[in-house]
């Protein structure tokens, strides 16, 4: 769709949006009302700045179906998200909305290189969690053949995936990785797999992560965006060009903020994300703070399409470490494990405190190679990354290799930092 017509659409749907959510939300209306904002001052896409942000914490506080917009009559999918801490957020769909889901996954497993010719052995776990049943249903509206497996037993998946003749993995990339390693394992080559794409998400991942899922299971993988409270996977996605992610703008409006003035920030600089949905009918979202940290990739893509591109996410505002006033993330980490070898991209942060000084201490596992090798070369990796570590994090850290194996797989998100200064 060319740019000023997919504006106006923006525009009109907003509007219908706003509405919806003040008449029909008091959480909305009472938000809208503190500022003296009425849906009728919403006249251009530049008023969006107008309205006012909703949080997590305020799907928390409407637990669980405070901030539903139609009645449970018309709510006919209720999923939520895990809730680590706390109550969980609950989020509901319509018929409607549904529908509109399973579009935006097609479209979203088409962008990523799917074709209805596919078998997709969707490994995202089936469940309250919206990743399974997301996959699913766009799969099946595009006509590719979907297989259910969810995640787990992953010895089963490798045999599934070479019997059946699966051409597209969908899963969280830690998964993907692991799914690798138990393959070599076995002693399975990638070539004797049909497997030749991959659809990663639900956790940030790293560049050099991409190059290695792409070298061990020899396919191409691109990373999925979304997130239970805008809709689920199919926010946005990559498309064949890998240099950002596509969101689908005629349903999602996106800013990238400043997320302590909370100001947009300039295009190319890394702020936190924002989405308003635009169609969304059970629980229509306004300057939703996604938490996840990106830029907007300005310029057209490669690929024609014209929606908003954001660079691939470097991590959540969650988990972002301030680590002696630094900021720290764990892909930062992952990155540079990747680049310089030796070692199995499995880690793990440690933050601890002692005294008034914070610390920060890596373990990382070792290569099978490496780790039978001599003591001296295994002294001479960690003085290396050390030193790799120190000058990219800006901070001092601790390096501890350990045995390959030893640092819990994960099936689903992996679990990167351990912060015991909470403790
Ligand atoms: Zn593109």
Same mark, same amino acid.
């Given at each position: &769709? ?7 659409? /923006?525009?009109?749907?907003? /509007? ?29 896409? +530049? ?19 405070? &901030? ?9 999918? *209720? ?33 990523? =290189? ?10 995202? =776990? ?25 995640? =787990? ?5 490798? &045999? ?22 138990? &393959? ?8 004797? %797999? ?16 991409? /190059?290695?899922?792409?070298?061990? %299971? ?67 979202? *306004? ?5 996840? *940290? ?24 969650? +988990? ?36 008034? %000084? ?66």
């Amino acid at each position: &769709m060319p740019e000023d017509e997919l504006r106006e659409l /923006q525009l009109e749907r907003l /509007q219908a949006t706003v509405k919806r959510a003040f008449f029909n939300v008091p959480f909305y209306r009472k938000a809208f009302q503190a500022i003296g904002l009425e849906p009728g001052d919403i006249k251009s896409l +530049d008023d969006l700045q107008k309205l006012p942000f909703t949080t997590k914490q305020d799907l928390r506080d409407n637990y669980p179906f405070g &901030m539903f917009a139609v009645p449970m009559s018309e709510v006919v999918r *209720i999923h939520s998200s895990s809730g680590t801490t706390g109550k969980p957020t609950v989020v509901g769909y319509t018929r409607h909305d549904i529908d509109v889901w399973a579009e935006l996954m097609a479209r979203a497993l088409v962008c990523g =290189g799917t074709t209805r010719h596919d078998i997709i052995q969707n490994a995202y =776990g089936y469940g309250l969690f919206t990743g399974g049943l997301g996959v699913h249903y766009g799969a099946e509206r595009l006509g590719a053949s979907v297989i259910p497996i969810s995640g =787990g037993n992953t010895k089963r998946q490798i &045999m599934i995936m070479k019997d059946y003749g699966s051409t597209v993995l969908t899963c969280t990339p830690s998964y993907a990785l692991y799914i690798a390693e138990v &393959m070599a394992e076995m002693g399975i080559r990638p070539e004797e %797999l049909k497997l030749r794409c991959g659809i990663f998400g639900a956790e940030p991942w790293s560049e050099n992560m991409r /190059q290695e899922i792409e070298k061990r %299971l020899g396919i191409s993988a691109v990373d999925i965006y979304g997130l239970s409270e805008v809709i689920g996977p199919g926010v946005g996605i990559e498309c064949q060009a890998k240099n950002g992610l596509h969101v689908f703008g005629d349903h999602f409006l996106v800013e990238v903020i400043d997320p302590v003035t909370e100001k947009p920030v300039a295009p190319g600089q890394l702020g936190e994300l924002v989405i308003t949905s635009l169609t969304k009918e059970a629980l229509p979202v *306004i300057r939703y703070r996604t938490r996840d *940290i990106t830029t907007i990739i300005p310029g057209t893509c490669s690929c024609g399409r014209t929606y908003v591109r954001v660079a691939r996410f470097t991590g959540r505002t969650d +988990d972002m470490l301030i680590i002696r006033g630094v900021n720290v993330f764990p892909s930062q980490v992952e990155s540079v494990l990747l680049e310089m070898g030796g070692t199995e991209p499995h880690y793990l942060l440690i933050v601890d405190r002692q005294g008034a %000084l914070d610390t920060l201490e890596v373990k990382v596992e070792v290569s099978d190679f490496l780790f039978s090798d001599k003591v001296r070369g295994l002294e001479e990796l960690e003085k290396r990354l050390v030193s790799e570590l120190e000058s990219t994090l800006g901070i001092s850290v601790k390096v501890t290799l350990v045995e390959p194996k030893t640092i819990e797989r994960s099936e689903g998100k992996a679990v990167r930092v351990i912060d015991k200064r909470k403790i």
